[in-house]
């Protein structure tokens, strides 16, 4: 059997709804042999799905950076997947901090904003939510469910609600800096769902090719979030460019459809991550 590799996952370090632990073990569940843990933002889960590693399954330790190009008017946030960096490096460190820090207070304007409107939503009650993790929209549309003001998540993504009406704007991290860091780490950086146009408004592909000048080493392809032409196009892109490609599910437990193991990654793509970043590979 080949190996199944899937490169992009949540935990409740951030916004998914499986401990980094449980997240280990689903994995070897559904029959992965490798899997990257990549909260938003945070690498507090490494080490709670290090220890809790099953025999045979292999972890590459990452995080998936909140983003901006400030290109366009107004600017357009983006994601960067980082892989098997020095979780250490004081100005990534302090990076992140910063980017959770404002996540905090973007959740909090956002739930006043619910407020002023009359929604009884309660801030206390989502941070704790959260449990301690990199706080998202989706933390809120929980507060929304559960309120019954909304029946889904995708339900409270749309644009009465988070998507747009009460959406405000993260303080991400300015992608050209974003890589540098990450690079600075010795990290290899990745570019998540780079064609998502479903998610909101994409970056052109010349900017693609200046962050592949700048450093950046591959193109998620395989998402739920592109379409057929859109994963077809990002391949072709990585081709010319001379990136890797990858597939992974982007994994969010209950708070999306999308399973462990929906979309995989040719392990060609992956020796060379792992070959490339100052981590090693955990293995279970
Ligand atoms: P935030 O990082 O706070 O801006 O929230 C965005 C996160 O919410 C993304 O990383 C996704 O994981 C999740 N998300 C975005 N759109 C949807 C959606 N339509 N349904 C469920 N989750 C979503
Ligand atoms: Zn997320
Ligand atoms: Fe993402
Ligand atoms: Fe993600």
Do not use: N
């Not at 901006?68 to 357009?76: D, I, Q, S, T």
Request: proline share 5%.
């Amino acid at each position: 059997m080949s190996t199944r590799i899937d490169l992009h996952a949540h935990s409740t370090a951030s916004d998914g709804t499986l401990t980094p632990a449980e997240l280990v073990r689903a994995a070897a569940d559904a029959g992965l042999d490798v899997l990257a843990i990549t909260d938003h933002d945070t690498t507090a889960g490494w080490e709670p799905a290090v220890r809790a590693l099953p025999p045979g399954l292999r972890l590459v330790r990452g995080a998936e950076l909140s983003c901006r190009w400030y290109g366009e008017e107004p600017a357009v946030p983006l994601h960067l997947l980082a892989y098997l960096f020095d979780p250490d490096h004081p100005d990534l460190v302090a990076e992140l901090a910063r980017v959770r820090l404002a996540r905090e207070e973007r959740g909090e304007r956002i739930v006043r904003l619910l407020q002023a409107d009359g929604i009884e939503v309660s801030w206390s009650e989502i941070l704790a939510g959260a449990g301690g993790g990199t706080v998202g929209r989706p933390h809120i549309a929980q507060a929304l469910i559960r309120a019954g003001l909304v029946a889904t998540t995708t339900e409270a993504f749309g644009p009465d609600w988070l998507g747009e009406r009460y959406r405000l704007p993260k303080e991400d991290i300015e992608v050209f800096d974003a890589v540098r860091l990450v690079l600075a780490a010795g990290g290899v950086p990745v570019f998540a769902h780079p064609r998502a146009t479903r998610r909101g408004r994409i970056v052109p592909d010349e900017l693609i090719a200046d962050l592949a000048a700048a450093g950046l080493m591959g193109l998620e392809a395989d998402h739920e979030d592109h379409s057929p032409a859109e994963r077809a196009h990002v391949r072709a892109l990585a081709a010319e460019l001379g990136l890797l490609v990858t597939g992974s599910s982007d994994f969010h437990g209950s708070h999306k459809t999308v399973r462990l193991g929906a979309f995989t990654t040719d392990v060609e793509a992956y020796e060379r991550i792992a070959a490339a970043g100052v981590t090693a590979v955990a293995s279970g």
